[in-house]
């Protein structure tokens, strides 16, 4: 017999399904809980609360294990697959035939370049403005260049929006960049792979082509690969309330940017760094950070480290601890960073407060490392990361628009504020003083 789940209230019980996913994974389906009891539930930063069934990637946080579609990501850890091809997986739910492949990447070609008005659109941003800022409004600009595909009525014209959103999102990054910086903006070159395309558009000079090293476009492919997908997090989790309104493809990722730029999710890349410089520059020593980082008085943050869902090793951090020792070895980098951050993690896995809390390296502790290694400046580490995630938005959108369960994402709140009161006109309030 099917499981239930009982609730009592009172003096009343209540009986719940119970539904279990395909990896053992079990919730209380309490979707008639306030029709039949009257009550809501209360779970702050959703903890505990599955808000859909999804078939695109498997975390298990306990044991640190991360599947896209159930294939771990260790073996994206090698030449092959690149992340075209993780990407397809991600978005399409099963892995491309050479010909699906062949016929994405002819798309991705031919629509990596901007609509030459978009350009204006960066002229309008000034000179040092915050590349986030203009990747999430260009995203959603392209809503004004592609009104065919406000809505995605079968899968063709669903593959054309995403592969463009797919191809355009490093184009708009290097653009964002340049401008930033008030460099020209580099065309993209037909010839070359995804991320060699990203490299030279982030670094030539129209005076000369910048120098492609395949291994650091191997780097490339594999961050972007590891930071492709994670499930419910709070830019997904904000691409699926925005989509959840009927907001189209690109509105809901440009949103799904914006929820990722915060040092709690993908700006924590960055705040690693800066907090790896302070210790370089003898702000603070590595012991300091951690006692701050353990002080109740300080909000201070050990960043890189902790997880809502990874009480283990976060296993994206494993493989890019070895990426990020292969790529300063190979280029004979030597980042005094590098070593702050090996002390650090080495001094906060002793450390019973990490130890209890069960707090480890998560994504975010190294990546930064290997990104200025490529070059790659500190203010684009979370666009980086954007790029990356773009196909688990995608994926978490689509999933979600084809889902008969889909209701708008509309939560309830428990109102602790005055109870009736009356409207007071403004002559006869007393001052605030
Ligand atoms: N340094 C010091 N203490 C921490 C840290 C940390 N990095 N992370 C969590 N804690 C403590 C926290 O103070 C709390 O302690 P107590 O029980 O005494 O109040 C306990 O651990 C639980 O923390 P929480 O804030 O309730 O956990 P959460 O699941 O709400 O937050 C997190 C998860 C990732 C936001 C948090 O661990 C954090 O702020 N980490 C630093 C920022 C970071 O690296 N973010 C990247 C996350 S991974 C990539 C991504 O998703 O973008």
């Not at 951050?341 to 069960?358: P, S």
Request: one cysteine or more; a negative charge; charged letters at 25%.
């Amino acid at each position: 017999m099917a499981e239930r789940a009982i609730l009592t209230i009172g003096d009343r019980s209540y009986e719940f399904p119970v539904i279990e996913g395909s990896e053992g994974e079990r919730a209380i389906d309490i979707t008639e809980l306030r029709a039949r009891t009257g009550l809501i539930t209360y779970d702050p930063g959703f903890g505990n609360t599955g808000s859909c069934i999804s078939n695109i990637t498997f975390i298990d946080g306990e044991k640190g294990i991360l599947r896209y579609r159930g294939i771990p990501i260790e073996q994206f850890d090698r030449p092959t697959p690149n992340f075209i091809e993780a990407a397809w997986l991600i978005i399409f739910g099963r892995l491309p035939t050479k010909d699906d492949l062949a016929g994405f990447n002819v798309i991705l070609t031919e629509n990596a370049h901007l609509d030459e008005s978009m350009k204006h659109n960066f002229e309008g941003f000034p000179v040092g403005a915050p590349p986030m800022a203009m990747l999430s409004a260009m995203i959603n600009a392209l809503s004004c260049f592609h009104p065919e595909y406000l809505k995605l009525s079968d899968e063709d014209t669903f593959e054309a929006a995403a592969a463009r959103l797919f191809s355009k999102i490093r184009t708009i990054a290097a653009y964002s960049y340049r401008r930033s910086k008030g460099v020209p903006y580099i065309f993209p070159n037909p010839h070359l792979r995804y991320c060699a395309n990203f490299l030279h558009m982030m670094f030539s000079m129209p005076y000369k082509d910048h120098v492609i090293d395949s291994d650091i476009e191997d780097a490339l492919n594999l961050i972007f690969i590891l930071h492709a997908d994670h499930e419910q997090n709070c830019s997904a989790a904000t691409v699926r309330v925005v989509g959840s309104g009927q907001a189209n493809l690109f509105a809901s990722v440009a949103a799904g940017v914006c929820a990722l730029w915060g040092p709690r999710h993908g700006g924590a890349n960055l705040a690693v760094i800066r907090m790896l410089e302070d210790v370089h520059r003898g702000n603070h020593s590595p012991e300091e950070c951690i006692r701050m980082a353990k002080s109740q008085t300080s909000d201070f943050r050990l960043m890189g480290f902790g997880h809502r869902v990874y009480k283990n090793y976060d296993p994206r951090a494993r493989i890019l601890k070895a990426v990020c020792d292969r790529v300063l070895t190979r280029h004979h980098v030597n980042d005094p960073l590098l070593e702050i951050a090996l002390r650090l993690e080495e001094l906060a896995l002793k450390d019973e407060y990490f130890v209890e809390r069960k707090l480890y390296p998560n994504v975010d502790f190294y990546s930064g490392i290997i990104m200025r290694a490529i070059g790659i400046p500190t203010d684009m580490f979370p666009v980086m990361f954007a790029i990356g995630r773009v196909p688990g938005w995608i994926a978490q959108w689509r999933e979600q628009q084809g889902d008969p369960q889909t209701r708008i994402a509309r939560p309830r709140q428990i109102y602790a504020g005055p109870t009736v009161t009356s409207y007071i006109p403004i002559e006869r309030r007393e001052s605030a003083g």
